[in-house]
């Protein structure tokens, strides 16, 4: 079974630095995507970057970066300049062969503070 | 375009009741996934609707149905309610659930309680 785990249950950083959270996964699939979701109180899920495996290049999105080590079964966000609205609970995802199923972390909660 | 809409937000239930809860799935999408997302937890998948078909169900008891409209619209029922089905229960559609570059959008969630 796939199994998504996200080892910092809080994290914070000051405005217009950097921060990375870490995610790690545990899959025997060789095709899959990975994906971070942000939910900020408004309680929406919204996707901030995703990976696909095949693809050896990192995943980026402005301010927004990914570390992919597919060997190493890890995933970690790199938020540049960080900002008082990246504040939210940041969720790791994998998406495996059953498509639209995703398997959630338990996410990270990100304070930014000024 | 319109986004993906939930209703309620928000809903007081009884221990043993029977709860329905409704999405609008984003205009032109045909698939619709539910999850189940508890207090301090990441979510939980449900089950995935395809044009009206149930196409994937996660470890979910019975009482957890679902139907899908010829519009895509969906509805989540959940009968004898338990206080473990407090959660905010979230609806996400995507454009066409067979393909793998078709990401989720989700909508704001309804925060259900049990007493």
């Known amino acids: 079974a796939q199994t998504v785990t996200q080892s910092q249950p809080e994290m914070s950083v000051q405005e217009a630095e950097t921060v990375t959270l870490s995610c790690t996964y545990d899959?025997?699939?060789?095709?899959?995507?990975l994906f971070w979701y942000k939910q900020p109180p408004s309680r929406q899920m919204i996707l901030v970057i995703r990976?696909?495996?095949?693809?050896?290049q990192n995943a980026t999105e402005n301010r927004f970066s990914v570390n992919f080590q597919k060997a190493a079964k890890s995933f970690s966000l790199k938020i540049s300049d960080s900002q008082l609205g990246d504040a939210a609970m940041y969720f790791c995802?994998?998406?495996?062969?059953?498509?639209?199923?995703?398997?959630f972390g338990r996410g990270t909660q990100l304070t930014v503070w000024p | 375009e319109t986004g993906v809409t939930q209703s309620p937000t928000h809903l007081i239930k009884t221990r043993g009741q029977q709860v329905t809860l409704r999405c609008s799935s984003q205009s032109g999408h045909n698939t619709v996934s539910w999850y189940q997302q508890a207090l301090g937890q990441g979510p939980q998948f449900i089950f995935q609707y395809y044009r009206e078909e149930e196409n994937g169900r996660g470890n979910f008891p019975p009482r957890f149905s679902g139907l899908q409209f010829p519009n895509y619209s969906s509805e989540l029922n959940v009968n004898a309610l338990e206080l473990d089905d407090s959660a905010l229960y979230l609806c996400?559609?995507?454009?066409?659930?067979?393909?793998?570059?078709?990401?989720?959008?989700f909508g704001n969630g309804t925060r259900l309680t049990v007493t």
């Open positions: 996400a559609s995507s454009l066409d659930g067979r393909l793998y570059n078709s990401p989720l959008h």
């Open positions: 990976q696909e495996a095949y693809k050896q």
């Open positions: 899959t025997s699939e060789s095709d899959y995507y």
């Open positions: 995802a994998y998406q495996g062969s059953t498509l639209g199923r995703l398997y």
